[in-house]
């Protein structure tokens, strides 16, 4: 199994000395305050210098190695000399236009060297698309000088009047900002719904047996709205799909129009059970995949599906589910194994282990190529919320 973190990217650009350092100062703080990860990538518009001059790795340069690399317990150092980025043929129409090309790639292959970051700030690069804020201060500019695509904020000392059509942050709304930046980077674009539709499945699984709630079947509880957990999870992933399973042990509680009840194939072996039965019969009615839900987590909605599969396929070179076997949701360090998007291959591995006895979920997930999504710090996190015991539910009823 490979486990990868999904990370976003933000650009912190703007003119000299307008702060743009100091704003990213801060927002690492900010974020670390969250518990996420953040590394940094500082653009330069010129060369610079990084290797102390006399040191080994300065001296292997110097004799004319392409690239040299230090490594300790604590801290690698890695100086590689750049190739001049090539014209086409024909030039670029665009004298930017290459550059900007040129500079993504870059990008793309600095970010592999981060795998722990949750969100990657990058100073500079404006003229590149990539999702971007930028400082504009008084007396050093007084307008945005990024390209206008991908630009979703600017930090400025001035008016709000001075940037029409734009959402302006003054330089102490450090929280604002972040919120932004989670907002921008780590929502999902909008994806292909129909296809989604035609290939995927959803599950609700409900079989569990209670026994912190004295038997009360927690897919049953009613929310505030007067609706069962289980029917409001499936409001939700009936936005997502028309093939809905109900996932039951061996007592069916509740029946719902639209829905079809799935019973496990082996009986008393937990969650595993009922994800094997939904991912076999997702496979005999050729969905792709399933979407997976505990009934016991009221808070879900289906745009955390969408965001789970938008990091998916931004780490795919083809189809997701062809590379992947799932992925998985992940917050404070505890996956969620329940709410998850698995391929229906993954259904012969379940069996498999179903058969050998093992009825623990984390043995079977080291067994597959699963994406593990860290949700820590975003608008998704409290989704994940599920009602085991009865202060849960009356302090969730309470709001």
């Given at each position: ?9 933000c ?6 000395n ?9 927002l ?13 990538i500082k653009?330069d518009?010129?060369?610079?210098t ?15 190695a392409c ?5 300790s ?5 890695i ?5 001049e ?7 670029f129409?665009?004298?930017?236009a ?8 870059q ?12 969100i ?16 504009v ?23 709000d ?6 959402k302006?942050?003054p ?8 919120d932004?930046i989670?907002e921008?980077?780590?929502?999902p ?10 290939d995927f499945?959803a599950?609700?699984?409900a079989?569990?047996?209670s026994r ?5 079947h927690?897919?049953a509880?009613?929310?505030?709205e ?10 939700q992933m ?6 809905i ?8 509680c ?14 008393g ?10 991912l ?19 808070g879900?909605?289906a ?5 789970l599969?938008?990091?998916?396929e931004?780490?795919s070179?083809e ?20 709410t998850?998007?698995?391929?229906v291959r993954?259904a012969e ?37 599920n ?9 969730h009823?309470?709001?």
């Amino acid at each position: 199994m490979k486990k990868l973190k999904s990370c976003a990217v933000c650009l912190i650009c703007g003119v000299k000395n307008s702060g743009k350092t100091t704003l990213i100062e801060k927002l690492i703080r900010e974020f670390s305050r969250r518990g996420m990860t953040i590394a940094v990538i500082k653009h330069d518009g010129h060369d610079f210098t990084c290797d102390l001059p006399g040191t080994d790795s300065s001296r292997f340069t110097q004799a004319g190695a392409c690239g040299t690399a230090v490594f300790s317990e604590k801290r690698i150092f890695i100086h590689r000399l750049q190739p001049e980025p090539q014209e086409n043929e024909d030039g670029f129409a665009d004298p930017c236009a290459g550059m900007r090309q040129w500079e993504q790639e870059q990008v793309k292959e600095l970010m592999t060297l981060f795998p722990d970051a949750d969100i990657i700030l990058i100073e500079g690069l404006k003229n590149t698309a990539l999702p971007k804020i930028e400082v504009v201060r008084s007396m050093i500019s007084s307008e945005p000088v990024s390209v206008s695509e991908g630009r979703f904020g600017i930090v400025t000392d001035l008016s709000d009047t001075a940037f029409p059509g734009e959402k302006v942050f003054p330089f102490t709304a450090i929280r604002e900002i972040a919120d932004a930046i989670v907002e921008q980077t780590l929502s999902p674009r909008k994806t292909d719904k129909e296809r989604i539709r035609n290939d995927f499945a959803a599950a609700i699984l409900a079989g569990g047996k209670s026994r912190r709630m004295n038997g009360q079947h927690k897919g049953a509880l009613l929310t505030s709205e007067g609706r069962t957990f289980t029917e409001q999870i499936t409001s939700q992933m009936f936005s997502l799909s028309d093939c809905i399973y109900l996932s039951y042990g061996d007592t069916i509680c509740i029946e719902i129009d639209g829905c079809r009840i799935v019973t496990d194939r082996y009986p008393g072996c937990g969650p595993i059970g009922g994800l094997e039965a939904v991912l076999s019969q997702a496979g005999e009615d050729r969905r792709k995949a399933v979407m997976i839900s505990a009934c016991d987590t009221p808070g879900i909605k289906a745009e955390l599906y969408l965001f789970l599969l938008e990091r998916l396929e931004q780490v795919s070179t083809e189809d997701a589910f062809e590379e992947w076997d799932g992925v998985v949701a992940v917050s404070d360090d505890r996956i969620h194994p329940l709410t998850a998007i698995y391929s229906v291959r993954a259904a012969e591995i379940f069996a498999k282990q179903i058969k050998e006895r093992n009825f623990r979920l984390r043995d079977v997930l080291r067994k597959l190529r699963i994406l593990y999504v860290d949700l820590k710090g975003s608008r998704y996190e409290d989704m994940l919320t599920n009602i085991n015991t009865k202060e849960e539910y009356e302090a969730h009823m309470r709001g």
